[in-house]
């Protein structure tokens, strides 16, 4: 019988983590995990490297991502577990995000400096290496101005919806990214869904496809986490969760896991079962 603990939200240095790929994964062996799960955003260019280095550490990397959607006035995060990730239509799907972020992010530090923000792109291009570019990224090119003093800061007064330098991204339905991760051979997830506040998007999405509902996250209280697990039972969804660590502190890997069962749940998910 398996056994074990599995965080399944974790991102890397190939989007907004602060670790790389096979740092995830020495600090997931180092707390005891049997297996986690790398869903960076809009990108799969790290699990080359975290497959290799969980190997090598006698743990489980799933193959994941996590792709960005726009829901109404909010986003919307489609998790995809088991995918394969040189299936060619994921991949050119997230090659298409990955180049509207690049035009995004060029518009917003275009406002910001309209605004008198001393950033540049160049600036946020570095921060963000070789990684998938964020607002993250941005906001610690804002942050180095010093034109606030922390990343909520930034993101309150310049780039969360509605404020300043705010600008839109590429459109992508929930609905089109469900059938996406199916297409690429893996069980897609809802993720952290007491943020969305509209429940009723599951029923939409378990007609795409759907197949899994991330339960615990460290942004639900016990109480949002009980709803999510009695959604999850009634639906039939698998009840996933994880730390949606980035590699700072206070969210570290490990601090919301699911026990090793969820991860044969989406296994067999993922195969049609």
Partial sequence: MLSGRADLHIHSTASDGAMTPAEVVQEAARVGLAAI???????VDGLREATIAAKSAGIECVPGVEINTDFGDTELHIMGYFIDPDCPELAKALSRLRDARVERTDKIVQKLRGLGVKVTMDRVLEIAGHGSIGRPHIAQAICESGATS????????????????????????????????????????????????????ILDLMNAG????????????RSVSRRYKKLANKYGLIPTGGSDCHGERPVSIGIVTVDIEIVEQLRQAARGR
């Fill in 37 to 43: 799960c790398l869903s960076d955003h809009d990108t």
């Fill in 150 to 201: 922390g990343m909520a800061a930034a993101f309150g007064k310049y780039l969360a919806r509605g404020a300043a330098a705010y600008v839109p991204r590429s459109k992508m339905t929930p609905e089109e990214a469900v059938k996406i991760i199916i297409a690429a051979g893996g069980a897609a997830g809802l993720a952290h869904p007491g943020k969305i506040g509209n429940d009723g998007i």
């Fill in 210 to 221: 759907l197949r899994a509902l991330e339960v615990y996250h460290t942004d639900h209280k």
